[in-house]
């Protein structure tokens, strides 16, 4: 293996795409594509863009739907990614985004209400974070917000779910991951952490540790 030295423009090594809903000032949801999101413990730890419309919304109202695609919604991701919130259009974005106010029906993608929290969830995504912003500052060089949101409530497709548990069964549910700015789904599963909570057995199936 041998390395050089490079200075790429992006950092994007390879996470899931989320959707974020927050709520506008006038009750409408905005809808925003992002892949800079992370879980620790019931928190997930986003980072947005300081000047959006996301950022603005969960500044006056810090409730967020995390909703994440399959691999299949790509395109509908990808339908969201040039749009914006914001009217008129921030001027470092003017030459590649658009305004748009119905990001669901631009999107292809279907707003169901949530049950706990205002913005609604897309009804498309089978793994859904219902959540509270708990903090909010700003990152290092002050063009993002580092938010953390915490879980309020998880709605999963039954189809995701190891039957009888709340448990996530990673050998059906496959995220859509953003792998320097092109989309990916997960390859065959390679292996199993010592600390998973569904172990596969011999027999392909999945039994729960209790």
């Known amino acids: 293996m041998a390395h050089v030295t490079i200075e790429p423009s992006i950092l994007y090594v390879g996470t899931p795409v989320a959707l974020l809903s927050t709520e506008n000032a006038d009750g409408t949801p905005n809808l925003a ?10 928190i997930v730890v ?27 919604q790509w395109e509908a991701v990808e339908r969201l990614a040039p749009l914006t919130g914001r009217d008129p259009v921030p001027d470092h974005k003017r030459a590649r985004f658009r305004f748009e106010r119905e990001k669901f029906e631009a999107a292809g993608l279907t707003p169901v209400p949530s049950q706990v929290v205002g913005p609604p969830r897309v009804a498309e995504c089978p793994l859904q974070f219902e959540a509270s912003v708990v903090r909010m500052e700003v990152g290092a060089d002050g063009n993002f917000l580092v938010v953390q949101a915490k879980v309020l409530r998880v709605h999963a ?35 199993e952490s010592f600390r998973t909570e569904t172990p596969r057995e011999a027999s392909g199936g999945r039994s729960p540790r209790r």
């Open 33 to 42: 594509p992002m892949s800079s999101a992370w879980a620790l413990g019931d």
């Open 46 to 72: 986003l980072g947005l863009g300081a000047s959006g419309r996301t950022a603005d919304n969960l500044r006056h109202r810090p409730e967020v739907v995390i909703s994440f695609p399959p691999p299949e």
């Open 157 to 191: 497709d039954e189809r995701i779910v190891v039957p009888g548990t709340s448990y996530v069964d990673p050998g059906v549910w496959s995220p859509l991951v953003y792998n320097f700015r092109h989309y990916f789904g997960l390859g065959p599963e390679l292996g």
